[in-house]
């Protein structure tokens, strides 16, 4: 199982914080949490910095990165304010 955190945006507006899903490429992840939290949407990740595994994963081809059993991956957002 790889296990999905989610920080920011995404906890504070979908109330989830964690969920465990089936290993696979990253768009198969997106996927299951999509069903998993059926009111959020693909574009909530559009821009989400992910990490997999405490590292910043860039140029991100979701069906090329590829999670294993025991990968934890964050979706966040970088939010600011004053």
């Known amino acids: 199982m790889v ?3 989610f920080l920011n945006l995404l ?3 979908y109330k989830v914080e964690q ?3 089936l ?3 990253l768009s198969e992840v997106i996927n299951q949490v999509l069903v ?3 009111k959020m949407k693909k ?3 559009d821009q989400a910095a992910i990490f997999v595994n405490q590292m910043k994963i860039n140029h991100i ?3 090329k990165e590829i999670l294993k059993d025991g990968d934890v991956v964050v979706f966040t ?3 600011g304010g004053g």
């Open 3 to 5: 296990t999905v955190r």
């Open 19 to 21: 969920l465990q899903v």
């Open 61 to 63: 081809d979701y069906d």
């Open 23 to 25: 290993a696979g490429t």
């Open 36 to 38: 998993l939290v059926s």
């Open 11 to 13: 906890r504070s507006t």
């Open 77 to 79: 957002h970088f939010v």
């Open 43 to 45: 574009e909530d990740f």
